[in-house]
Nanobody, 125 residues
Framework: QVQLVESGGGSVHSGGSLRLSCAAS????????MGWFRQAPGKEREGVAT???????TYQFSLKDRFIISQDKIKRLLYLEMNNLSPEDTATYYC???????????????????WGQGTQVTVSS
C-alpha cells in the first residue's frame, strides 16, 4: 500500500520554472519505481518521467531537455523540476508508484499501481 500526496503546482508565466513534490507513505513493500503523469483538459493522460529504486531515470522524449526527475529515498520524496515552461505544459500533474518492474518502462508508456490526487500547473503567455 502506497499513499501519495503532490504539491508545488501553481501558475507561472511562459519561460518560468516550477518544482513539484510528491510525498510517499509506504505500508509494505517499497515501489520499484515512481514517476509522473500529466493530463490536460480534453487530452489523454501521458507519461512524463520515471525513476526507479536504483535512480535510473526515463523521460518522455519531448520533455527530457527541460524536465528533471529526482528523489530523496530517505525522506521518501519525489520531485519534478520543470524548466522553460510553455502554455502547452498546462495540465494536472499526477505522482504515481509502481510495485512491479514490468510497469517501470520508458516514461512514454508506463503505468502506476498507486496515484496521488494531482496538482494543477498553469502556464500563461
Amino acid at each position: 500500500q502506497v499513499q501519495l500526496v503532490e504539491s508545488g503546482g501553481g501558475s507561472v508565466h511562459s519561460g518560468g520554472s516550477l518544482r513539484l513534490s510528491c510525498a510517499a507513505s509506504v505500508y509494505g513493500a517499497s515501489p520499484y519505481c515512481m514517476g509522473w503523469f500529466r493530463q490536460a483538459p480534453g487530452k489523454e493522460r501521458e507519461g512524463v518521467a520515471t525513476i526507479d529504486k536504483y535512480d535510473y531515470t526515463t523521460y518522455q522524449f519531448s520533455l527530457k531537455d527541460r524536465f528533471i526527475i529526482s528523489q530523496d529515498k530517505i525522506k521518501r520524496l519525489l520531485y519534478l523540476e520543470m524548466n522553460n515552461l510553455s502554455p502547452e505544459d498546462t495540465a494536472t500533474y499526477y505522482c504515481a508508484a509502481a510495485t512491479e518492474i514490468r510497469l517501470c518502462a520508458v516514461a512514454a508508456n508506463w503505468n502506476g499501481d498507486y496515484w496521488g490526487q494531482g496538482t494543477q500547473v498553469t502556464v500563461s503567455s
